[in-house]
C-alpha cells in the first residue's frame, strides 16, 4: 500500500505524536528524513490523501488518523521488551502465592493504569469449577439477614437479604441446614438450577415459612453465582489526557466507566490480545480498547485497557502479553 519512505514517515509520525501530542510538521521532518521540506509535503500530502494521516484545524501539521493507527499496529509496529523494572513491578505481584489468582489480576493491572496513564478493566465470571462448600446466614431482625455462599476455592459471596415478610429463626435454620446437606460439592454455575428444582420441594415439605426463606435466599444466591465481577482502576485518568479537555466529553466517558451494564460489554470472546481503535470499539469513538481474554483453573475473564488512541501501543501490548503469560502458566 505504501512504499518504505511512506513507511518509515508514518512511523515516525505516529510515534512522534503519541510522545508529545502535538501534530508534527513536514520541518520538523527533513533532518530526520536527509530530503527537502517539499518531499516531505507531498509524502505526508499522499497519506493523508490514502486516510492516514489527517490534519487538524489549528495546525500545519498532521497526526494520525484511526486507519493510520490501525496501519501502525498491524504493519509497522514492533514487539518492545519490558523494562527490568516493569517487569519487576509485575512479577513481584505474580510471585506472592498468598494472593488469590482474581486479586493477582486486579494488582496487576492496577501497576497497569499506573504505568500507562490509562484506565484499566477487569472483568471477572465466578469459577465454573468452584465448588459450594457452605452456606451460611447471619439473622440480623426477622426480616433482614446476611446470606453467605462459600466455595472450594475460598471465594466468599455474601449479599444483604430482606424478606417478603417476617420469619421465625428456627425456620430459617431449618432452611439452611437442608441447603447444605443438598447443596455441598454442587458447582457454583449449577446453584440456581439444583435450588429451583431440588432443594425447593424438599424445604416445602419441612418448613412452613419456605416461600418467604427461600425466595429471599434464591434471589441472593442466583445474584451472586450469575454476576459479573468488574474492577475499574484509573478512570480519573482520562482527565491528565490533552485529547479530552473538553468537559463534556470528559463527563461523557467517565459516566461510562460508572455504568456497570455498559463496562460488562468490553468482555472478549476472542483469543489472543486485541487492538480495537476508535469506532472498531463499542466503548467510544475516541479511545482505544486493548483486550485479552483469560482462563485458569475454572476461572475466566477479560483484562482491558483503555486510553486515547495516541498510546504506547507496543508498551501497552507487552504489559498485557506478560500478565496473560503468567495467568496461563
Keep these: ?56 484545524h489549528t495546525s500545519s501539521g498532521r497526526i494520525p488518523s484511526q486507519a493510520g493507527y490501525r496501519y501502525y499496529v498491524d504493519h509497522i509496529m514492533e514487539a518492545k521488551k519490558l523494562t527490568g523494572e516493569d517487569m519487576l513491578k509485575l512479577q513481584t505481584i505474580f510471585h506472592n502465592h498468598s ?15 499506573e504505568l500507562t496513564s490509562c484506565t484499566t478493566v477487569v472483568l ?9 462448600t457452605k452456606v451460611e446466614v447471619v439473622p440480623l431482625d426477622d426480616q433482614h439477614m446476611i446470606a453467605m455462599l462459600i466455595t472450594d476455592k475460598g471465594h466468599v459471596e455474601h449479599r444483604n437479604v430482606m424478606t417478603d415478610a417476617p420469619y421465625e429463626m428456627e425456620e430459617l435454620r431449618q ?31 419441612y418448613v412452613k415459612q419456605h416461600e418467604v426463606i427461600y425466595n429471599a435466599l434464591y434471589n441472593a444466591f442466583h445474584e451472586a453465582t450469575n454476576k459479573m465481577d468488574i474492577k475499574v482502576t484509573g478512570a480519573s485518568n482520562i482527565l491528565n489526557q490533552p485529547e ?14 460508572d455504568d456497570k451494564d455498559f ?11 486485541n487492538v480495537y481503535i476508535g469506532s472498531e470499539n463499542e466503548f467510544d469513538d475516541d479511545v482505544t480498547v486493548i483486550k485479552t481474554k483469560y482462563s485458569f483453573g475454572g476461572e475466566e475473564g477479560t483484562i482491558a485497557l483503555i ?10 501490548l507487552a504489559l498485557l502479553d506478560f500478565i496473560k503469560q503468567n495467568i496461563d502458566e
Design 124 to 132: 471477572g465470571t465466578s469459577s465454573k469449577e468452584n465448588r459450594v
Design 1 to 56: 500500500m505504501i512504499n518504505e519512505r511512506q513507511t518509515e514517515l508514518l512511523k515516525k509520525i505516529v510515534e512522534d505524536y503519541i510522545k508529545t501530542a502535538r501534530p508534527v510538521s513536514s520541518k520538523s521532518l527533513c533532518e530526520w528524513m536527509d530530503c527537502s521540506s517539499a518531499t516531505i509535503r507531498n509524502e505526508m500530502s499522499y497519506l493523508e490523501e490514502i486516510g492516514l494521516l489527517e490534519k487538524t
Design 99 to 113: 494472593l488469590m489468582l482474581s486479586d493477582t489480576i486486579i494488582k496487576s493491572m492496577e501497576i497497569i493504569s
Design 263 to 273: 463496562v460488562s460489554n468490553i468482555k472478549e470472546e476472542d483469543s489472543g490480545i
Design 307 to 316: 486510553g486515547p488512541k495516541r498510546m504506547e501501543y507496543d508498551r501497552v
Design 244 to 257: 479530552f479537555n473538553s468537559t463534556e466529553k470528559i463527563r461523557e466517558i467517565l459516566s461510562k466507566f
Design 175 to 205: 432452611t439452611v441446614d437442608i441447603i447444605n446437606k443438598l447443596i455441598v460439592g454442587t458447582p457454583i454455575d449449577e446453584v440456581s438450577e439444583k435450588l429451583e428444582f431440588e432443594i425447593k420441594p424438599v424445604i416445602g415439605k
